[in-house]
């Protein structure tokens, strides 16, 4: 049978792609999980970050303690804290830690356990990109850091090993598949950055999906960012080959507002609506939405921030919301753009976008509009598959010059913008305002016994 119209005998090799930081925890001896999943944008762990910033010396309880070591914030976001939490509130999971029967994953180590066989043999590997995430790895060896795990009080037995983006990482076991090599590994965000064929120093991207993510690349040097960016690894193409470094954006919540306006509000029935009603109304008519359900991420880091929507009128309608919402995730990229700038002193004049939400011509407008920048869209939507097949391509045929045309991808569609400074500029400092009004809303400083007693009056 075939696979996407191709017979498995086409298949020259397989690179996989996943959902970065989601952690995941299981037996050795069994091979089953210790518990759920926890995936990147669950906050459950929030209350782990509080009691990790009390451990930090003189009292300093700074998100950016370990930066120098992992390039990352304290956030519920990244693996660390995931891992940490687990092992605080879930006794099989602890037990299993303490006896050495536990093995941690992020999504392409899961996904390569068990299609490399599993209990039966199967490898426990991950690559620099997704070890990148975890705050477990030092962002300059690129090794596991003795000083990070002690941090976080977890074991070095968890581990797995630490590739190179692009090498044999092994061969699946069982199915259709058996027999090919699997031959790439990366985080999306970072294929997607492939895939966009962004490997030069100072080249740009942006995947509009359930989050947005802006990569950077910095080429073989590590920028350290002084304006709230993360500092990842962006892909290392064989194990001779040198890491190339990106700083990150990272925005948690953008196609996935739209989901709530769907599921929880019931203003929108699908997402072809969007674009529709949007295009109904010239403005959002001073509407301004902070989708920050689950905290602010880049460049605020804030997980106190709730989502608000501000500049409400009699006028407001639906499609006014709706306008706003993109613009929000526009907003969103211009903060970080923002950042970028002031970290890497070069502003970017041209970005190259990505994702589910670019199919949207009226929000790839308002993007360029809102940023004054010229916003070129990919050919092939799915970059991130893209990425991931060039780089296991590149470790089957290393002389594939992984820059050169890819058939007709490089025909983008460009869109420049319409709207002057002065209208950009006042339209920022608004969205500056409506930020200010969703940072620390859930702030820990409310005390319990405060909130009880407002609550009761
Ligand atoms: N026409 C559209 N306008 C705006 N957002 C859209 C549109 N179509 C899909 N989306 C949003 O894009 C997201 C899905 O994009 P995708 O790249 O598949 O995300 P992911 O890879 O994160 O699952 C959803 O959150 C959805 O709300
Ligand atoms: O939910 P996804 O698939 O957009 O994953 C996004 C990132 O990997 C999270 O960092």
């Avoid at 040097?221 to 290392?236: N, R």
């Avoid at 929507?309 to 907003?331: D, K, N, P, Q």
């Avoid at 002065?422 to 969205?431: F, I, M």
């Amino acid at each position: 049978m075939g696979i996407f119209g191709c017979a498995p005998n086409d298949i020259l090799a397989i690179g996989i792609t996943n959902q970065r930081e989601s952690t995941l925890i299981w037996d050795r001896n069994t091979g089953e999980a210790l518990a759920n999943a926890i995936i990147w944008l669950d906050n459950r762990t929030t209350s782990t970050v509080e009691d990790l910033l009390e451990t930090i010396p003189n009292n300093a309880r700074n998100i950016n303690y370990l930066r120098p070591l992992c390039g990352l914030p304290l956030s519920p976001y990244f693996s660390g804290v995931k891992l940490r939490w687990l092992k605080d509130n879930v006794a099989t999971v602890k037990r299993a830690m303490d006896a050495g029967d536990a093995m941690f994953g992020t999504i392409d180590t899961w996904l390569m356990y068990n299609l490399t066989g599993g209990v039966n043999g199967g490898i426990h590997k991950t690559d620099v990109t997704n070890a990148s995430r975890t705050m477990l790895m030092n962002i300059e060896t690129l090794q596991w850091d003795a000083n990070l795990l002690k941090f976080f009080g977890l074991p070095s037995s968890i581990l797995p090993e630490i590739c190179s983006s692009a090498e044999h990482f092994g061969t699946i076991a069982a199915g259709v598949l058996k027999g090919i090599n699997i031959t790439a590994d990366l985080g999306d965000q970072q294929a997607a950055l492939v895939g966009q064929q962004c490997l030069s120093k100072g080249q740009a991207k942006a995947t509009y999906g359930t989050g947005c993510f802006l990569l950077y690349n910095t080429g073989p040097s590590i920028v350290h960012s002084q304006h709230g960016l993360l500092t990842t690894v962006g892909y290392q193409l064989g194990r001779k080959a040198p890491p190339y470094y990106a700083l990150e954006g990272s925005v948690s919540i953008a196609g996935a507002a739209f989901n709530w306006l769907r599921d929880n509000i019931g203003l929108i029935q699908n997402t072809g609506q969007i674009e529709t009603m949007a295009s109904m109304v010239d403005n959002s008519l001073d509407v301004y939405f902070v989708p920050a359900f689950n905290g602010l991420y880049a460049p605020y880091w804030n997980q106190d921030a709730r989502g608000v929507l501000c500049g409400l009128s009699e006028e407001t309608t639906s499609e006014h919301i709706v306008r706003a919402t993109l613009e929000a995730v526009c907003f969103q990229v211009r903060d970080i753009l923002d950042s970028m700038h002031k970290d890497c002193k070069i502003p970017l004049t041209k970005l190259m976008v990505d994702g589910g939400m670019t199919v949207n011509n009226l929000f790839l407008q308002l993007q360029s509009d809102l940023v004054g920048i010229h916003v070129l869209r990919a050919k092939i939507a799915e970059t991130t598959a893209l990425g991931a097949a060039m780089a296991a391509y590149k470790t089957i045929a290393p002389q594939y010059n992984m820059e050169g045309p890819l058939s007709k991808s490089d025909e983008r569609e460009s869109v420049k913008p319409k709207i002057n400074s002065t209208e950009r500029n006042l339209r920022y400092q608004k969205w500056k305002m409506a930020i200010e009004r969703s940072l620390n809303w859930e702030t820990s400083s409310l005390a319990q016994g405060e909130r009880e007693s407002f609550d009761g009056a």
